[in-house]
């Protein structure tokens, strides 16, 4: 029995609808199982590290 990595991923942004957070609204996804994935001025990269360099952007997609 293997077991998939990756479960789902859900695209949050749209070119139709845009979610932006600040960096005290970045979200936790399935309570610190998942990831979610940021666009910001510093470039592309997790939630984990959008925290850690005090930076918001935009949500592109969760994954867990």
């Known amino acids: 029995g293997r077991k998939r990595v990756i479960n789902e991923i859900k695209k949050i942004?749209?070119?139709?609808?845009?979610?932006?957070v600040?960096?005290?609204k970045i979200p936790v996804v399935k309570e610190g199982y998942g990831i979610a994935v940021l666009t910001t001025s510093k470039?592309?990269?997790s939630e984990k590290?959008?925290?850690?360099?005090?930076?918001g952007g935009e949500v592109l997609f969760y994954i867990w």
Do not use: C, D, F, L
């Not at 942004?13 to 932006?20: A, D, H, L, M, N």
């Not at 590290?49 to 930076?55: C, F, L, M, Q, S």
């Open 43 to 45: 470039g592309i990269m």
């Open 49 to 55: 590290k959008a925290r850690e360099i005090g930076v």
């Open 22 to 24: 600040n960096k005290r």
């Open 13 to 20: 942004s749209t070119p139709g609808r845009r979610i932006y």
